[in-house]
């Protein structure tokens, strides 16, 4: 049984937005800090952003202003609100989760693509 999983990506154009999504078993939304990542073809996977369970939400100077992590308790979900995309922020996006927000997660969704046209 899957961890995590993502789901809400798709195509947009510049300027559009989109909302990412990331469903956690209850033990992990309750507990872990959970994050997302991206990495663009050819590229190496970087942090977008973090956030703590009841707690700090963090972010990559890239997104800043433009993207935001919010969560869901209803739903143990966590979100990625995505807006004025540009093409620079074309590529898979996942979710992780762990103890400690970070350097390393031990828990991956499977990840969803968003794909910015010009």
């Known amino acids: 049984q899957a961890q995590l999983v993502e789901s809400g990506g798709g195509s947009v154009q510049a300027g559009g937005f989109l909302r990412l999504s990331c469903e956690a078993s209850e033990s992990i939304y309750k507990t872990y800090c959970m994050a997302w990542y991206r990495q663009a073809p050819g590229k190496e996977r970087e942090g977008v952003g973090t956030n703590a369970p009841y707690g700090t939400t963090t972010y990559a100077d890239s997104v800043k202003g433009r993207f935001t992590i919010s969560r869901d308790h209803a739903k143990n979900t966590l979100y990625l609100q995505m807006n004025s995309l540009t093409p620079e922020d074309t590529a898979m996006y996942y979710c992780?989760?762990?103890?400690?927000?970070?350097?390393?997660?031990?828990?991956w969704g499977q990840g969803t693509q968003v794909t910015v046209s010009s």
């Open positions: 992780a989760a762990d103890i400690w927000c970070g350097p390393s997660y031990n828990y």
